[in-house]
């Protein structure tokens, strides 16, 4: 793990006397996420600048676009507020002089290799993500940082924009926003009046989420006996845990795709499945998701049996669990406007047996499990289940769960300070969580990204069945 240089820390705040104190409630749709290691996300540009230049024109920018996003934005430089005591509810607050935590670097890596898709050491990018400050204790509650940023240049080759924030502040939607904000802020050389005219202004009102089912006291009940008396986010865990990790990008362009989808309606036509009457939600989400976690169970097959050498078929009755997230947004029977900042996701577990998955029909099914889940969420049962948002985590997460980080919807190469398109764009906390992060393709092709941490073994093994699925949706 190359080392890097701190040339400055900054405390960034809103413009002064720009953002009243204010108190935000948690939701339903928030509390859950209480119990979420922080969101790290890295976006590297190609912006060749010495480090004088970047430090005299660059930065102040950087710093000014960030404070004026940040009049908007409030919550990000803002706490959490976590009482001490059940069964108090958590809230956000911001008090005027509040601040977010910006590092400035300068990196001696090699940038050519963090933006590569092949497969590298995970620990490599690890130094480029900021570190949140501590706590402190106020009024029989502590106060935690909800977002740290770190901007690394890597001289005369590019600059990496580094955040870490705690899922209880915002969901990708509502992060996505804040940064593509602050880009334009940047991109429009910080002028007063630069927003985006295009851009909507956040909406922050928590009284527009109808809380219909009586979800919020179920749920914060359950967040509290999980925690216990030390009610605290969880943390991302040691570096240690990913010294065995490897990371890798894999790209299924619009072509691989639409052959997946061709060859999973073949199999559905061999194994008698009449997918009009089954009515199969072939969206790309669902088929990529679906062939991704065939691909990692198999691939995980290896340490199995290396850990049971007794076994070729070791654990294959097990059930393997699949999670992911949906915005509810336009879901719901109330409306909310689509840039509410806050936390606006369901979430939705399934299960297959593995025996079934690694069967020839392994893709196809899992393609039928997912759709099926999606297709209930967008019919209107986008709450189905959602007493149970935490407590269903103790029982599918076995150790066999895999979850889905990112949506190609979020258009994250859309985050353009000036320096053009993102060239890449990497969510870390995948190499702990295990989970599949999507993208959209940044070529524009109608294609995704898909980023994976496997260990080295693992990795190879994903690598050969990836290529070898690939060809196969290509011969169709």
Known sequence: MVKIKILHRYDVSPPANSVSATALPLTFFDIPWLLCPPMQRLFFYDSPQSLPSFVQTTLPLLVRSLSLALRCFFPFAASLVLPLVPPQKPYILYCNGDSLSLTVAESPADFAELVSDKGRHAMLIHPLVPQLPLPHTSDGARMWPLMAIQVTLFPNEGICVGVQFLHVAADGRSFNHFMKSWASIHRSS??????????????????????????????LKDWW??????????????????????????????????????????QLKNDHVDSESDTIHLSTFVVTCAFVWVCMIESKQIEHQRRDQSSSQSGIDELCSFCFVADCRGRLKYSMPSTYVGNYLGIYFLSERKRTLLGKSGISHAVRAIGRKVKEVE?????????????????????????????????????DFGWGKPT?????????????????????????????????????????????????????
């Open 225 to 266: 006996s999980c925690v216990g008396s030390s009610p605290s986010p969880i943390s991302i865990e040691p570096l240690l845990a990913v010294a065995d990790k490897v990371r890798a990008t894999f790209v299924l362009g619009k072509a691989h795709i639409d052959g997946l989808k061709a060859q999973v309606l073949s």
């Open 190 to 219: 910080g002028a007063p009046a630069c927003v985006d005219p295009g851009d909507p202004s956040p909406f922050y009102d928590r009284e527009g989420v109808k809380d219909l089912n009586g979800l919020e006291p179920i749920l």
């Open 424 to 476: 890449k764009s990497h969510v870390v906390q995948i190499d702990i969580s295990g989970a599949i992060a999507l993208a959209e393709s940044r070529n524009g092709d109608g294609g995704v990204e898909v980023g994976l941490a496997l260990t080295r073994v693992c990795m190879e093994k994903f690598v050969c069945l990836f290529e070898k699925g690939s060809k196969s949706f290509m011969s169709l």
């Open 379 to 415: 019919r209107g049962g986008g709450l189905r289940g959602a007493e149970g948002w935490i407590r269903d985590w103790k029982v599918f997460d076995n150790g066999e769960l895999v979850t889905v980080a990112g949506s190609p919807r979020l258009k994250v190469y859309d985050t």
